[in-house]
């Protein structure tokens, strides 16, 4: 018998936020289709969580591949020191057009810490470049904006840092300006910008996501970026995982009224399909970059950055993104979300049910909610032996779906979900 891919596997990969000692043998995935995964086994999947927040127009999606595979064929890669390409150029055009309209400048990297490093590393010598000391940086409370060394010093300190803690540079947080709690938000981010030492504000806008889905509103996050504003602290919004469609508009700017100094995006950028980052900025602080003197460029690049077919797999999903459909899909999945949300609402298991919208949230009334309780080993566990991936956060589940779920499929995740809060209401954690 040839031996499995789990088996294999077993043997020489080392994988993500995972105890490899006790974690169970990873599912083998031969193909994706549309909302599905299937395994090795023979068994399918249902992607409720697109594949970690990526996967926004289903696996596999034959527009992205073909695109791709054209791309493949003409020009793979590039220096993009010294030379640029058609891929890099189109997708800044057609990017920022879709963006606020004070978004000016693209910046390539790899993934969305990446895209969360320049930003930072613009904001800094943004200050630097003209002699100004303001050298720190306001976060959210249980925020995360990535796992490299910058990204994780502006999030949450949590037992995932510790072993690095002494490594991440000074961060002041504020709480997030969820309902009922917007006063306390505003007046602490007031009470800090009376020093003038802080360069940027970085924030998740609307949904804090491994936060556990944490969600507040437009009009307190538009509070806290005019606040900045006055006191000329850089805003950096960070849609790496909102963006492309996720709450329910193509960004999560479209539903601000004020325009941040920054933004970064990845996941959702190339469909799901390749690694990209972005991170694009103001005309001013572009501006404060340029200069006689060498030493005021940005020195930070990427061995792949811009990688022309990365562009067009990013390229590809904007066709999507663009076409009429991708809005009545968003508007589908709401509605269903919306739907769910008000069956679940005061059943007994479940303390809250939080949607913003193509995400929906789930948080089950248990004792003890840390990430490692075992309740959240089970409820993955659960799910999968229903057909339906969905990951956990501690005891909060949620939704967040390619947009081509079918309303068949939702069904099914939604009776898994309901699954899930009789067992905890038989079983009581
Ligand atoms: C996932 C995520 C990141 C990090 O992106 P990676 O591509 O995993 O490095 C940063 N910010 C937010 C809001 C995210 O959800």
Redo the contacts with the bound molecule.
């Keep these: 018998m040839p031996k499995s891919l789990s088996e294999r596997d077993s043997v020489v990969s080392w994988h993500p936020y995972t105890q490899m000692q006790t974690a169970p043998p990873p599912i083998g995935i031969v193909k994706g289709e549309g909302a599905l995964l299937f395994s090795d086994e023979g068994k399918t999947y249902i992607d409720a969580v697109s594949s970690?927040?990526?996967n926004i127009h289903g696996h596999a999606h034959p527009h992205i591949a073909q695109r791709v595979a054209q791309q493949l064929q003409t020009l793979e890669h590039v220096i993009f020191a010294g030379f640029t390409h058609e891929p890099a150029v189109e997708l800044a055009e057609r990017l920022l057009r879709l963006l606020p309209n004070n978004q000016k400048r693209v910046f390539y990297t790899?993934?969305?810490?990446?895209?969360?490093e320049v930003a930072m590393k613009m904001a800094l010598q943004y200050w630097y470049n003209q002699g100004k000391e303001r050298t720190k940086i306001i976060a959210f409370e249980g925020?995360?904006?990535?796992?490299?060394f910058g990204?994780m010093s502006v999030s949450e300190r949590s037992i995932f840092t510790q072993p690095f803690r002494q490594y991440l540079f000074e961060v002041e947080f504020i709480p997030v300006p969820i309902p009922g709690k917007e006063a306390e938000s505003l007046s602490a981010l007031k009470a800090l910008l009376r020093q003038n030492e802080f360069a940027a504000f970085i924030y998740?806008p609307l949904v804090?996501?491994?936060a556990g889905m944490v969600m507040y509103s437009p009009e307190v996050l538009d509070e806290l970026m005019a606040l900045c504003q006055e006191h000329e602290v850089l805003t950096i919004q960070?849609?790496?995982?909102?963006g492309f469609g996720r709450t329910g508009k193509r960004f999560s700017a479209d539903h601000l009224t004020r325009q941040p100094d920054f933004m970064?995006f990845?996941?959702g950028l190339t469909g799901g399909t390749m690694?990209l980052?972005v991170t694009t900025s103001t005309h001013s602080i572009y501006e404060s970059f340029l200069s006689l003197d060498k030493t005021k460029a940005l020195f930070h690049g990427h061995s792949y950055t811009a990688n022309p077919v990365a562009c067009s797999a990013a390229l590809a999903s904007l066709d999507l993104v663009e076409k009429p459909q991708f809005s009545k899909d968003l508007e589908r999945i709401t509605r269903a979300h919306a739907n769910f949300a008000l069956e679940l609402k005061g059943k007994a298991g479940v303390k809250e049910v939080r949607q913003t919208g193509t995400i929906v949230a789930i948080e089950f009334a248990v004792g003890d909610t840390s990430y490692f309780h075992n309740l959240r080993d089970q409820l993955y566990h659960f799910a999968l032996d229903n057909g339906v991936l969905l990951r956990p956060l501690g005891n909060i589940v949620y939704v967040l779906p390619p947009y081509c779920i079918t309303q068949e499929q939702l069904d099914q995740v939604y009776a898994t979900i309901e699954g899930m809060r009789e067992l905890i209401e038989k079983n009581g954690f």
Aim: include cysteine.
């Design positions: 970690w927040w990526v790899d993934n969305g810490s990446t895209a969360v925020s995360y904006h990535g796992d490299t990204a998740e804090l996501g491994t960070d849609e790496v995982m909102t970064c990845s996941k690694a980052g």
